[in-house]
């Protein structure tokens, strides 16, 4: 019984070796390719995070610019509107006489200075129904 083992040991125990240190091969080549992968995962993933970022940064330098300057024009307009309103106001009443006829130009010219920055007539005579505004 020991001659026969002593044969049939080296016919299993060589194969067991040879597969052993074949999955044991496998094994810590799987776990670089999942290291490496891992670590291209990691770099991709804070270049995205950078890139999100530079973006962000570009939309918030130029869009602000942007709107600053499309509101700055806006309101430009809107005041040059409002002071040549209330030049032409000035003028009529300097002109005109009588305190009736000055009351009823300056209502019509507040009207029309109204009507020109968006406010409409019905909020001007007291029947503000929430659809003028």
Known sequence: MGAGLAVVAPLVGVPLTVMT??????????????????????ATGEELRRVVEDVGQIRRDFATKEEWLRETMWARGRIETLSAAVMRAETELESQGGLMATSER????????????????????????????
Request: charged share 35%; proline share 0%.
């Open 106 to 133: 300056t209502h019509r010219l507040v009207s029309e200075m109204a009507k020109k920055i968006g406010m409409g007539d019905a909020r001007l005579q007291g029947r503000d129904d929430g659809e003028s505004r």
């Open 21 to 42: 240190f074949y999955l044991k091969g496998l094994r810590e080549q799987h776990a670089g390719r999942f290291s490496d992968l891992a670590e291209r995962v990691s």
